[in-house]
T-cell receptor
């Protein structure tokens, strides 16, 4: 059984640029959630995708968007990067009925630095 | 005021000590309470989860929930250097509904040999 993987590990971007982060879910999981973890803070929920549809969203602006693919891998896209977007971005996969889900398994994260 | 408050530490204890980690919360709708452990440069991993009030034990770890006080705790007995990590409490009204877990700030724990 493979775990959750994320790429890239680290990324440096300039304010105003766009970025795409990738996540490969654990085998058999149909749901992926994305979180932002600023330095010294707990993760904050961005959104969740279940069977390729957005299934819940936190308090993040529309420039944060996502995709989930038929193989349940996922992308997080952030447009018009701001300095405050610098953080560790975590994805978590789980098996869900669309209403409730089993335990979320987190990937190692992508460290994004915006200069 | 944040929905979930957690003392960020850092907390430093000698090997073998009993560690107490705590969180308070304001939303009375929370029913599921979780503790995650996060090692440096890693994603969080689930240690324990508890539904509603009560205690749950798993090896050296005990989770307690007091809903009347809106207070949860994680106790680590016989702490080991390998327990050195950041501990995050998390909670939700319904288990993982919509994926939205509300996390505390995390407490950084260091166990010295």
């Amino acid at each position: 059984e493979t775990g959750v993987t994320q790429s890239p590990t680290h990324l440096i971007k300039t304010r105003g640029q766009q970025v795409t982060l990738r996540c490969s879910s654990q085998s058999g999981h149909n749901t992926v959630s994305w979180y932002q973890q600023a330095l010294g803070q707990g993760p904050q929920f961005i959104f969740q995708y279940y069977r390729e549809e957005e299934n819940g969203r936190g308090n993040f602006p529309p420039r944060f968007s996502g995709l989930q693919f038929p193989n349940y891998s996922s992308e997080l896209n952030v447009n018009a990067l701001e300095l405050d977007d610098s953080a560790l971005y975590l994805c978590a996969s789980s098996s869900s009925s669309g209403i409730t889900a089993d335990t979320q398994y987190f990937g190692p994260g992508t460290r994004l630095t915006v200069l | 005021q944040k929905e979930v408050e957690q003392d960020p530490g850092p907390l430093s204890v000698p090997e073998g000590a009993i560690v107490s980690l705590n969180c308070t919360y304001s939303n009375s709708a929370f029913q599921y309470f979780m503790w995650y452990r996060q090692y440096s440069r890693k994603g969080p991993e689930l240690l324990m989860y508890t539904y509603s009030s009560g205690n749950k034990e798993d090896g050296r770890f005990t989770a307690q929930v007091d809903k009347s006080s809106k207070y949860i705790s994680l106790f680590i007995r016989d702490s080991q250097p390998s327990d050195s990590a950041t501990y995050l409490c998390a909670m939700s009204p319904i288990y993982n509904q919509g994926g939205k877990l509300i996390f505390g700030q995390g407490t950084e724990l260091s166990v010295k040999p």
